[in-house]
């Protein structure tokens, strides 16, 4: 039996297990998405597939791999899942992410008895979709590339080269895609081992009813936070860019969000339906998103097992960009990054002081690829970019921080960039005045220049650029992000996602957005105000015009001007 100081012990022993799997991963992977910015989800399943435990990436990952090992489950059946097995899917609407997003996972056995799954998903570089690096306007799944349902890459432990040879020959970077994919089974192995030591330490029927018992406590903490929130039904509407295809057309996305002692349910009926382009989410995610706000109010200090979304329902409505269904096109997931704050959105209405303002909104993600003159081999290289935070009732928001989709992710250092493209970084700093001002003001954006000095691909994945960041109880909007090409030339051309056929010269910047004010601006401390000057996060200009505080040029309030602006 597990008593409660075993269990203690063995949750710590799993968590051990998921970041040993996490860190083998970025010792062997090839891709700087992985190894630098932690692209990835790892967890450690029981055996019905539902996580225990998990180390931080990318949050919707994780959550997205219990979808995926479900419906493996399912598909396969639980029966031909052998010791030594490993697995690969990236079936879009059964894996919970797009094709360049495979789930590795292995079946947990002692002796013969299945006992529970370790898993790893990350992104990886190509699996022959029809434009290198990524899709931004296919309209069926049949463009975006090899698509396999829950398919072994090894069987009782020895190499399936006929799946290998299917990824190898739909690859254009084979050799980076292999090594990836191989870093996923290395790290995987290594979750299996460690809980089958778990097993063997302490017994199978510890082991599992400790893995039980995980999952019920993390419920009944979800249950007793529920019940101190605010009761109540809201709705909120914002709107991605354009779906890849119909540039001019915002796409709806509509939460109703409704909070009872009981459960808190998540409805995305009124969102769009018959979406023309990618950014169709798979049901998986878009429960997974829904997780992540759900967690953030309820359980936030606590590592993610699945009872902590007992009391969470989301409710969608299959064919609408919230439900994607074959053959429904899924590449571009920004719906996904861009929607929790929808969630969040309703929830301002109900519980004001529980949640921030919107934040830049968007990862701003910027993709290179081409052929490195210095080597003559293909690069291709990422980074997501950091926004402004919304402000709360009880601070400002964060400068310059990873969107709140990617809590557990880095960027792309400069370093790494330049050294393996053909791309050198000309500036890279905060954007003053980007944070929506307010008592509690929001966090600035970011700015990134990339000077390309060969023929290059540059691919900006930024999906909230037309809707300004909202605010909360009266402070002003945050600036939306934006991507700018070759600026302050006459080719100069001001966008969001796009694909741009670069020449050696071209520039492109990421501009990211602020966060959303909290509360009146003219209830800021002034003396806050001219820090925030002093900083370069509010020019001397902004803090006169929204926050009626003038600023001497030694960066000290004037008082008597001050008084005179706020009348």
């Known amino acids: 039996m597990a008593d409660a100081i075993t269990t203690e012990i063995i949750r710590h022993g799993l968590l051990a297990a998921a970041e040993e799997t996490a860190r083998n991963l970025c010792?062997?992977?090839?891709?700087?998405?992985?190894?630098?910015?932690?692209?990835?989800?790892?967890?450690?399943?029981?055996?019905?597939?539902?996580?225990?435990?998990?180390?931080?990436?990318?949050?919707?990952?994780?959550?997205?791999?219990?979808?995926?090992?479900?419906?493996?489950?399912?598909?396969?059946?639980?029966?031909?899942?052998?010791?030594?097995?490993?697995?690969?899917?990236?079936y879009p609407y059964w894996s919970s992410a797009h094709t360049l997003d495979p789930l590795v996972f292995a079946p947990v056995h002692a002796g013969d008895q299945l006992i529970g799954f370790a898993s790893?998903?990350?992104?990886?570089?190509?699996?022959?979709?029809?434009?290198p690096g990524y899709v931004?306007?296919?309209?069926?799944?049949?463009?975006?590339?090899?698509?396999?349902?829950?398919?072994?890459l090894y069987r009782r432990g020895e190499r399936n080269e006929d799946v290998f040879n299917i990824i190898r020959f739909n690859s254009r970077m084979p050799k980076h895609t292999i090594g990836d994919i191989q870093a996923q089974v290395s790290a995987v192995v290594t979750g299996v081992r460690r809980t089958q030591e778990l097993a063997e330490r302490y017994g199978i029927e510890t082991l599992t009813e400790a893995m039980q018992t995980i999952n019920e406590h993390g419920e009944r903490l979800a249950r007793l936070a529920l019940e101190k929130l605010p009761k109540g039904t809201w709705t909120a509407v914002d709107y991605v860019d354009d779906d890849g295809i119909n540039k001019d057309q915002l796409v709806k996305l509509q939460c109703t969000v409704t909070v009872s002692d009981e459960e808190m349910v998540v409805d995305w009926t009124g969102s769009a339906e018959n979406v023309e382009g990618p950014i169709n989410?798979?049901?998986?995610?878009?429960?997974?998103?829904?997780?992540?706000?759900?967690?953030?109010?309820?359980?936030?200090?606590?590592?993610?097992v699945a009872g902590n979304f007992a009391p969470l329902r989301v409710v969608t409505v299959p064919g609408s960009v919230m439900h994607a269904v074959p053959p429904m096109p899924t590449f571009t997931l920004w719906t996904g990054l861009l929607a929790g704050?929808?969630?969040?959105?309703?929830?301002?209405?109900?519980?004001?002081?529980?949640?921030?303002?919107?934040?830049?909104?968007?990862?701003?993600?910027?993709?290179?690829?081409?052929?490195?003159?210095r080597t003559g081999e293909p690069w291709q290289e990422a980074t997501n970019e950091a926004?402004?935070?919304?402000?709360?009732?009880?601070?400002d928001g964060e400068d310059g921080i990873m969107?709140?989709?990617?809590?557990?992710?880095?960027?792309?250092?400069?370093e790494v960039l330049e050294a393996k493209s053909s791309m050198i970084i000309d500036h890279y700093g905060y954007r003053t005045d980007t944070g929506g001002a307010g008592e509690f003001r929001g966090g600035?954006?970011?700015?990134?220049?990339?000077?390309?000095?060969a023929p290059s691909t540059g691919i900006c994945l930024v999906y909230k650029t037309k809707t300004a960041p909202w605010s909360i109880a009266g402070g002003d909007e945050g600036q939306p992000n934006q991507i700018v090409l070759n600026p302050g030339t006459p080719r100069e051309k001001v966008q969001g996602g796009s694909y741009n056929l670069l020449d050696a010269g071209d520039v492109l910047v990421n501009a990211t957005g602020g966060g959303g004010g909290y509360g009146d601006p003219t209830r800021r401390d002034p003396e806050a105000v001219a820090k925030d000057v002093r900083n370069g996060f509010v020019s001397v200009e902004a803090a006169e015009r929204s926050y009626g505080v003038a600023v001497t040029p030694e960066f000290t309030v004037d008082a008597e001007r001050t008084a005179d602006l706020r009348g």
């Open 27 to 90: 010792r062997t992977a090839f891709n700087t998405v992985v190894y630098e910015i932690h692209d990835y989800g790892i967890g450690i399943h029981d055996a019905n597939g539902d996580v225990v435990a998990d180390a931080p990436g990318i949050a919707v990952f994780t959550r997205g791999n219990d979808a995926g090992i479900k419906h493996s489950m399912e598909f396969l059946g639980v029966d031909t899942m052998e010791p030594g097995d490993v697995f690969i899917i990236n």
């Open 120 to 131: 790893c998903r990350i992104h990886i570089t190509d699996l022959n979709q029809k434009d």
């Open 136 to 152: 931004l306007d296919s309209t069926d799944k049949a463009q975006e590339g090899l698509m396999l349902p829950a398919s072994k």
């Open 281 to 304: 989410l798979p049901p998986g995610q878009t429960a997974a998103l829904s997780s992540l706000i759900f967690k953030s109010l309820t359980t936030p200090d606590s590592p993610v």
């Open 341 to 373: 704050e929808v969630i969040l959105k309703a929830l301002a209405q109900g519980m004001p002081e529980l949640v921030p303002a919107c934040s830049g909104g968007d990862v701003c993600s910027m993709m290179g690829l081409g052929v490195n003159p």
């Open 387 to 395: 926004v402004g935070f919304g402000g709360s009732a009880t601070h």
């Open 403 to 414: 969107h709140l989709s990617e809590p557990g992710c880095r960027n792309n250092p400069v």
């Open 444 to 453: 600035v954006g970011v700015s990134r220049s990339y000077r390309f000095t």
